[in-house]
C-alpha cells in the first residue's frame, strides 16, 4: 500500500485518529510516521505523553505490516515494549523511524525510534509484535 492508500484506511476504518498522524515515508518493511503534536497530547509540565508516544509507536508498525500485505483491520498488537529514555521537546512534533524486523504468515516483529522533530538522539525506542489473523 501507497503512504495515501494507508492514509485513507487509517481515516476510514480509525476515524476516532484523523489528523493525528502522517505518513512520510513508506519503503519495503520500513516507514516514518509522524504524530501531529497538539495541546491534547500533552501532560503537566508541557512533554508530550506517554500515551501519545506509544500510539504513535503502534500506528507506525501497524501501518508498516499493512503496508506489505495490504489493507487487514483485525491485525493486532500482542506484545509491545516501550523506553522512554528522554524528555521530548515541547510543542514539537515526534517522528518514528519503524522497521519491520519479521513478517510471517501470522506474527509481525517491528522496532520503532521516536524523536523529537529537531534532536538527534531519540526520545524512545519500542518493540512490538503483531498478530496478523489468517486468510
Known amino acids: 500500500m501507497t503512504a495515501a ?6 481515516d476510514r476504518e480509525f476515524p476516532q485518529v484523523s489528523g493525528e498522524f502522517a505518513i512520510e515515508e513508506v519503503g519495503e518493511m520500513h516507514i516514518r ?37 495490504g489493507p487487514e ?26 522497521r519491520l524486523l519479521k513478517l510471517g504468515r501470522v506474527l509481525a516483529v517491528g522496532d520503532v525510534l ?5 534532536m538527534s538522539a531519540p526520545v524512545a525506542r519500542a518493540s512490538l509484535t503483531y498478530s496478523i489473523p489468517p486468510k
Do not use: Q, W
Open 5 to 10: 492508500d494507508l492514509m485513507s484506511f487509517l
Open 33 to 69: 510516521t509522524r504524530l501531529l503534536v497538539g495541546e491534547r497530547h500533552l501532560r503537566p509540565g508541557g512533554t508530550v505523553s506517554g500515551p501519545s508516544i506509544f500510539a504513535l509507536a503502534d500506528v507506525s508498525v501497524y501501518l508498516a505490516i499493512l503496508a506489505m500485505i
Open 73 to 98: 483491520g483485525l491485525a493486532v498488537t500482542t506484545n509491545c515494549s516501550i523506553d522512554f529514555m528522554r524528555k521530548p521537546m515541547a510543542g514539537v512534533d515526534l517522528i518514528a523511524e519503524c
Open 114 to 118: 521516536i524523536y523529537s522533530e529537531g
